[in-house]
């Protein structure tokens, strides 16, 4: 029900930054809380950020806190994640996703779609 494209990974030096974007397609874009999720090589899922329907309400992994941004442009259908004072340990393809419903959950459970992910490498 919901398309997702992420864009804006790439190669920075630690202390650097970065802003990913996800664009979004369907009807329901407006319906769903959205959230970025991360995953390195060997390494299992890691919850990033989300954001609820309106953008009022964030919840931030607390490796995420302080140095990143989740926010929405509903009127753009765009998800964003500003990274700032990247470390080498967030390096990973980070992907987006749309919740069921409009809620910043943290729970990868509570995601029914999903982007193809874009690379994020930090180097030391």
């Known amino acids: 029900q919901v398309q997702l494209v992420e864009s804006g990974g790439g190669l920075v030096q630690a202390g650097g930054s970065l802003r990913l974007s996800c664009a979004a397609s369907?009807?329901?874009?407006?319906?769903?809380?959205m959230c970025w999720f991360r995953q390195a090589p060997g390494n299992k899922g890691e919850f990033v950020a989300a954001?609820?329907?309106?953008?009022?309400?964030?919840n931030y992994a607390d490796s995420a806190l302080g140095r990143f941004t989740i926010s929405r442009d509903n009127g753009k259908n765009t998800v964003y994640l500003q990274m700032n004072s990247l470390k080498p340990e967030d390096t990973a393809v980070y992907y987006c996703?749309?919740?069921?419903?409009?809620?910043?959950?943290?729970?990868?459970?509570?995601?029914?779609?999903w982007g193809q992910g874009t690379q994020v490498t930090v180097s030391s």
């Open positions: 954001i609820s329907r309106n953008g009022g309400w964030t």
């Open positions: 369907g009807r329901t874009f407006i319906n769903n809380g």
């Open positions: 996703a749309a919740n069921k419903d409009l809620s910043p959950s943290s729970d990868v459970a509570d995601y029914g779609s």
